[in-house]
């Protein structure tokens, strides 16, 4: 299971760091007699965590058929995925929030200790519940990786794991004693993606397991057998299949895939969603830990925002004519609101037009409003959607058809009837949604952030830099500033090689993932 080898390879990383910061901390304020306690911390955490796991391994994995049986048992491991999901996102969003400042705050709270009565006691229950948090978060994770995995179950984890655990102590080593030089950074943001995506499958995994539980309509019959598809209401329904050629249980490689990152050979419309909404919160969440970053990168920001909206206006007008030619009022709705929203955002987007002092007073305030709108064109296209899927199959209501994005496709295609294998309308229906979902939140956000950076004059704040390379010939105007910014682009990349001809390797000292690349355990 390469999903255990790297949960267990980074909780082991995490783990040696906490205590690589404790040792090396104790050696810089010469209390190096204390470092025994820190060994009988860690010692002690990951003893109780290995009970932990050996008694769940035990219990849940020799005895699980007496304890859970039927829906029990789909409902118990619903909702072991959903807590393990959970964790494991808590976790990446701890790291990332807390990172900057690890090391200074785990200091501070080995010399808050070593100040009270009996230091060396409550130093090593701090270390203690360092890394039996570490060794819990594992086991929980593991247990999820097995049960999770379709091919050898709980056989496929120890091996991967026992390998994770050797290879990054080995890392740590090499590390503290300087024979290694890693971007614990880059290390740690690389398998943070890709334990979002085996979060996000696990979520998916946990909507799976309840769907067969029947917790949302029928889904298996009394005697435990899946109800055909057909007899499925239509967010339970299969939406395609790919059994003959990717099967996830009798092919080696999408069995991993599922074990991995949540791959279903017969996905039905909740667990489609319930996994890119997953990563839908997991964007909104790391958009917040990164705003300042982002509020930093204005020529990205106006770059990708007149890119991204000269490319919506085309798309726009091209749906409209579509519309007008084929019309329903969902798609007159929809289209003739995304082509306004257009037109007005490239006006007040392109600096071109502040040289009318109408547009350059709105400026501001329009895009801001544009962000608002594009969040409305977002719940509308979502209660569109909805509607549509609800009233498929209804004689209750009705509702015009409308793909949005994949109008590409033959109508009579996209409506086919419903089979035991696929659901196409359902299936194309759902893929249009996460594209609206993702693009429209994402649009809405950098226009805000857009607006965020128009001054009063209704003039864009490039970087200062920018504008200073911008303004140097007379008569410059917002023409020049992408020739600025890749003379910008040229001079940072001229400072970097420098430094790097110098044999510069100084490190942020602030930067929290790199602690551990530039410990000095000897200091």
Same mark, same amino acid.
Request: hydrophobic share 50%.
């Given at each position: 299971?390469?999903?255990?080898?790297?949960?267990?390879?980074?909780?082991?990383?995490?783990?040696?760091?906490?205590?690589?910061?404790?040792?090396?901390?104790?050696?810089?304020?010469?209390?190096?007699?204390?470092?025994?306690?820190?060994?009988?911390?860690?010692?002690?955490?990951?003893?109780?965590?290995?009970a932990i796991g050996i008694a769940l391994g035990v219990v849940f994995h020799t005895r699980g058929d007496q304890l859970f049986s039927g829906k029990t048992e789909y409902i118990f491991e619903g909702i072991v995925f959903l807590v393990a999901a959970a964790l494991l996102t808590w976790m990446i969003t701890w790291m990332m929030y807390t990172g900057k400042?690890?090391?200074?705050? &785990?200091?501070?709270?080995?010399?808050?200790?070593?100040?009270?009565?009996?230091?060396?006691?409550?130093?090593?229950?701090?270390?203690?519940?360092?890394?039996?948090?570490?060794?819990?978060?594992?086991?929980?994770?593991?247990?999820?990786?097995?049960?999770?995995?379709?091919?050898?179950?709980?056989?496929?984890?120890?091996?991967?794991?026992?390998?994770?655990?050797?290879?990054?102590?080995?890392? +740590?080593?090499?590390?503290?004693?300087?024979?290694? %030089?890693?971007?614990?950074?880059?290390?740690?943001?690389?398998?943070?993606?890709?334990?979002?995506?085996?979060?996000?499958?696990?979520?998916?995994?946990?909507? @799976?397991?309840?769907?067969?539980?029947?917790?949302?309509?029928?889904?298996?019959?009394?005697?435990?057998?899946t109800i055909e598809s057909l007899q499925r209401n239509w967010y339970n329904a299969t939406m395609w299949s790919t059994k003959a050629c990717c099967s996830d249980k009798s092919n080696e490689f999408?069995?991993?895939?599922?074990?991995?990152?949540?791959?279903?050979?017969?996905?039905?419309?909740?667990?489609?969603?319930?996994?890119?909404?997953?990563?839908?919160?997991?964007?909104?969440?790391?958009?917040?830990?990164?705003? !300042?970053?982002?509020?930093?990168?204005?020529?990205?920001?106006?770059?990708?925002?007149?890119?991204?909206?000269?490319?919506?206006?085309?798309?726009?007008?091209?749906?409209?004519?579509?519309?007008?030619?084929?019309?329903?009022?969902?798609?007159?709705?929809?289209?003739?609101?995304?082509?306004?929203?257009?037109?007005?955002?490239?006006?007040?987007?392109? !600096?071109?037009?502040?040289?009318?002092?109408?547009?350059?007073?709105?400026? %501001?305030?329009?895009? #801001?409003?544009?962000?608002?709108?594009? #969040?409305?064109?977002?719940?509308?296209?979502?209660?569109?959607?909805?509607?549509?899927?609800?009233?498929?199959?209804?004689?209750?209501?009705?509702?015009?058809?409308?793909?949005?994005?994949?109008?590409?496709?033959?109508?009579?295609?996209?409506?086919?009837? =419903?089979?035991?294998?696929?659901?196409?309308?359902?299936?194309?229906?759902?893929?249009? &949604?996460?594209?609206?979902?993702?693009?429209?939140?994402?649009?809405?956000?950098?226009?805000?952030?857009? +607006?965020?950076?128009?001054? =009063? !004059?209704?003039?864009?704040?490039?970087?200062?830099?920018?504008?200073?390379?911008?303004?140097?010939?007379?008569?410059?105007?917002?023409?020049?500033?992408?020739?600025?910014? @890749? &003379?910008?682009?040229? =001079? =940072?990349?001229?400072?970097? @090689?420098?430094?790097?001809?110098?044999?510069?390797?100084?490190?942020?000292?602030?930067?929290?993932?790199?602690?551990? +690349?530039?410990? !000095?355990?000897?200091?």
């Amino acid at each position: 299971s390469a999903a255990a080898f790297f949960i267990v390879l980074r909780e082991t990383l995490e783990a040696c760091l906490v205590a690589g910061i404790v040792f090396a901390y104790l050696a810089r304020v010469g209390r190096e007699d204390l470092n025994k306690y820190v060994w009988w911390g860690i010692g002690l955490a990951i003893g109780v965590s290995v009970a932990i796991g050996i008694a769940l391994g035990v219990v849940f994995h020799t005895r699980g058929d007496q304890l859970f049986s039927g829906k029990t048992e789909y409902i118990f491991e619903g909702i072991v995925f959903l807590v393990a999901a959970a964790l494991l996102t808590w976790m990446i969003t701890w790291m990332m929030y807390t990172g900057k400042n690890f090391r200074t705050e &785990l200091e501070g709270q080995v010399a808050a200790k070593l100040d009270k009565k009996g230091g060396k006691w409550y130093l090593m229950l701090m270390v203690f519940l360092q890394i039996l948090r570490e060794g819990i978060e594992t086991v929980i994770f593991l247990f999820g990786v097995g049960s999770v995995e379709s091919s050898g179950g709980w056989r496929a984890v120890p091996l991967p794991g026992i390998l994770g655990l050797l290879v990054g102590i080995v890392v +740590a080593i090499l590390m503290f004693k300087g024979l290694l %030089r890693l971007n614990v950074e880059a290390f740690f943001l690389s398998t943070s993606m890709i334990l979002v995506a085996f979060a996000a499958g696990l979520v998916s995994r946990a909507f @799976h397991e309840l769907q067969e539980a029947n917790w949302f309509g029928p889904y298996k019959d009394k005697d435990g057998n899946t109800i055909e598809s057909l007899q499925r209401n239509w967010y339970n329904a299969t939406m395609w299949s790919t059994k003959a050629c990717c099967s996830d249980k009798s092919n080696e490689f999408f069995g991993m895939m599922r074990a991995l990152f949540g791959y279903q050979d017969t996905p039905t419309f909740l667990e489609w969603m319930t996994y890119f909404a997953y990563w839908a919160i997991v964007a909104v969440i790391l958009i917040w830990l990164y705003r !300042d970053q982002i509020r930093g990168a204005k020529n990205k920001t106006a770059a990708f925002i007149k890119v991204s909206i000269g490319f919506m206006w085309f798309m726009s007008f091209v749906g409209f004519i579509w519309a007008c030619t084929n019309p329903r009022w969902n798609s007159l709705v929809i289209t003739t609101f995304m082509w306004t929203l257009c037109s007005f955002g490239i006006v007040l987007t392109y !600096d071109f037009f502040t040289r009318w002092r109408v547009f350059a007073r709105a400026r %501001r305030n329009g895009n #801001l409003v544009i962000a608002a709108c594009w #969040l409305l064109l977002l719940a509308l296209a979502f209660a569109f959607t909805i509607a549509q899927l609800v009233c498929e199959n209804s004689t209750t209501c009705s509702t015009p058809y409308f793909y949005y994005w994949l109008l590409i496709f033959s109508e009579s295609w996209l409506t086919s009837p =419903q089979t035991n294998s696929s659901y196409i309308s359902v299936a194309c229906l759902s893929i249009a &949604l996460v594209i609206t979902i993702f693009y429209c939140g994402f649009h809405a956000y950098w226009t805000y952030e857009y +607006a965020m950076n128009i001054n =009063q !004059d209704g003039q864009y704040d490039y970087d200062e830099v920018v504008m200073d390379q911008a303004v140097l010939a007379e008569g410059a105007d917002y023409g020049d500033v992408d020739k600025a910014f @890749h &003379l910008e682009q040229q =001079q =940072q990349y001229d400072e970097q @090689h420098s430094l790097e001809s110098n044999g510069s390797n100084r490190r942020n000292e602030n930067n929290a993932f790199n602690i551990a +690349a530039g410990l !000095d355990l000897d200091a």
